[in-house]
């Protein structure tokens, strides 16, 4: 059965911040909840509790909630007020559309002083004689019973015929009790019919599905289907006499249908994976080894071949908005692939490349992935192409430009076409010329002058 969880709680109270201990409202309606605990003890500031549309069977664990004004369970699996005790401030409560056939556990409520407002409405027990009468005679702090306002007449009138009323009310209870018995057992007795009847249906299965003999193997994938054809008109079969079978209204058939609801949710849960398992299965390399051209998630590209820079660059469109996190690109020597979620792109590349030098970058304007590839095999001497294609009736502008294009791409410099002047003979042509030391140098250069 399905409880209440801290963690449900604090999804529920994302308008506190996701606190729990200072809670005042939460609503945990429509959550399948068969059991109704733990808020007691976590959220004792509570003053409005909404749990309507939920399988709870029993009133229990909010008597310590001391400051709940407002508690909804409406539409669940209630037979029975109680356990509300605890709840001094409790202004309005609502049981609407539940099995409450015990009408004599309003009782419990006579404790609630603040009480003022009770709904009953869709219950068992609305339909018994002097119902209204009782219920206004018995808590008489009540101002609205199912919605419609109680006049002080009403109330006088109820309190005279009280003890008659109230021995009208036991009557019908009890013959409600024995009712209610044989509906359990009569529920006990279904469960165990279907329980019965879905143990052969497995064990048939199972003797169906059993290994086909050699003769038969061939037509392996034509049983496949045809018992997939029987699976589906049995399934539609069952539905068919679950929804059309007539079944009192209980909390049993109630539980029942949630349950049978939730079964067959599992059930096409499970055969959406296990499609979406073999769905998966991309061929991308054959079994002799060739790898092949993938594009799955369907993306534009381009494949650049960058002569200049000796790289090869690929442009893949993926979408702007989708988070690199979901992009896995491994780039090989003779092909890449990109996996975008989970899908795979492949291509392979009209030349080798190095995937270790390679870099993968978004672009921040069209948000594609752009792959860099630089090729394997290194051209150095790529401009003498051009040279060559040069008609040949220039034949000056040719050799000049060859001249040049050797001269740019040669390494190392030829010294025997270049005159260094020579650094060490400098100082000794000055001592030539001077005929002494360098400092008198200057005067004996003025005296020649003169």
């Given at each position: 059965f399905l409880s209440v969880t801290e963690d449900l709680v604090r999804r529920r109270a994302e308008h506190n911040n996701c606190e729990i201990f200072s809670l005042?409202?939460?609503?945990?309606?429509?959550q399948e909840i068969e059991k109704l605990e733990h808020l007691d003890k976590w959220c004792r500031d509570l003053k409005i509790l909404y749990l309507q549309n939920n399988l709870i069977p029993k009133l229990e664990n909010v008597s310590k909630l001391k400051k709940l004004e407002y508690l909804n369970v409406a539409l669940n699996n209630i037979e029975r007020i109680e356990n509300l005790e605890g709840c001094e401030e409790l202004k309005k409560l609502d049981l609407t559309a539940n099995f409450i056939g015990e009408l004599s556990?309003?009782?419990s409520l006579k404790c609630n002083v603040h009480l003022k407002e009770l709904f009953l409405m869709g219950n068992p027990c609305t339909e018994f004689e002097g119902y209204r009468q009782f219920v206004v005679a018995t808590l008489r702090?009540?101002?609205?019973?199912?919605?419609?306002?109680?006049e002080r007449s009403e109330r006088i009138k109820a309190l005279q015929?009280?003890?008659?009323?109230k021995w009208k009310i036991r009557e019908q209870e009890q013959a409600y009790l024995l009712k209610r018995a044989r509906e359990k057992e009569e529920a006990q007795r279904r469960m165990q019919e279907r329980k019965d009847e879905k143990q052969k249906q497995m064990d048939s299965k199972l003797g169906f599905d059993s290994p086909d003999s050699p003769q038969e193997k061939p037509n392996h994938?034509?049983?496949?289907?045809?018992?997939?054809?029987?699976r589906t008109v049995e399934s539609d079969d069952e539905d068919r006499k679950f929804w059309e079978e007539p079944t009192p209204y209980t909390p049993e058939s109630r539980l029942e249908t949630h349950r049978y609801i939730e079964e067959k949710r599992r059930a096409k849960d499970n055969i959406r994976e296990s499609k979406k398992k073999e769905k998966t299965a991309w061929t991308l390399v054959t079994a002799e080894g060739k790898v092949l051209n993938v594009n799955v998630p369907k993306l534009h590209f381009s494949l650049k071949d960058d002569e200049e820079n000796?790289?090869?660059i690929l442009d893949l469109a993926v979408y702007r908005h989708l988070d690199t996190s979901l992009l896995d690109v491994d780039v090989q020597p003779t092909y890449i692939r990109v996996l975008v979620k989970g899908k795979p792109f492949q291509l392979v590349l009209p030349e080798e490349v190095k995937p270790d030098s390679s870099c993968a970058k978004r672009s921040q304007t069209t948000g594609h992935l752009v792959v860099t590839m630089p090729k394997a095999k290194e051209i150095i001497l790529a401009k003498q192409k051009v040279s060559a294609s040069i008609k040949h009736s220039d034949c000056n502008t040719q050799q000049k430009?060859?001249?040049?294009s050797v001269q740019v791409e040669k390494l190392e410099v030829d010294p025997s076409k270049y005159s260094f002047p020579d650094v060490t003979k400098i100082i000794q042509e000055k001592e030539r010329t001077g005929q002494g030391p360098i400092k008198l140098q200057p005067q004996k250069v003025t005296e020649v002058k003169k």
């Open positions: 005042e409202e939460i609503s945990l309606h429509q556990s309003i009782e702090q009540l101002k609205y019973l199912d919605s419609k306002e109680i015929n009280y003890p008659e009323v994938e034509e049983g496949d289907g045809e018992q997939e054809r029987c000796n790289q090869i430009t060859m001249r040049r």
